[in-house]
């Protein structure tokens, strides 16, 4: 029988290894992982227990990503106080706003362009 057992990991395809690695640490607070002896520069992070961001420098082509096309979506226990950490941070993104399902969600862009949604199912109502 066929079957799925996860997703392991997303990769992305980024202009500048540094800057990216630096954006994922300080600004999205990803665990950096070990990577392979790879012949082309990038770097790993760990998301949650079991999920990587991979990341593989040298982009030249323009990225093509928005909050209502290409993405990826990062669970959290606690949406405000990213919203904290991100106005601390100086970093810029959307506000938090209610899916129509109820859950609320905040957008950000990292360095080459990739939107990032950030979104937790616990405490939202809609009123």
């Known amino acids: ?10 990769a ?6 540094a800057q990216s690695v630096e954006f994922y640490e300080k600004i999205v607070r990803l665990t950096p992982l070990a990577r392979p002896a790879f012949d082309f520069p990038g770097a790993w992070f760990k998301i949650g227990d079991a999920q990587e961001l991979h990341i593989i420098g040298i ?5 093509v990503s928005g909050s209502r096309s ?4 990062l669970e ?8 904290a950490h991100f106005k601390a941070t100086n970093t810029t ?4 706003k209610f899916r ?12 080459d362009g990739y939107w990032i949604e950030f979104f937790s199912r616990k405490g939202n109502q809609l009123i």
């Open 1 to 10: 029988m066929l079957s799925i057992i996860g997703i392991n990991h997303v």
């Open 12 to 17: 992305i395809y980024v202009a500048d290894v």
């Open 59 to 63: 982009r030249t082509e323009p990225v």
């Open 70 to 73: 290409n993405h990826f979506a």
């Open 76 to 83: 959290v226990s606690d949406l405000d106080a990213w919203e």
């Open 93 to 96: 993104y959307r506000p938090p």
């Open 100 to 111: 129509p399902d109820g859950v609320r969600q905040i957008f950000l862009q990292d360095p």
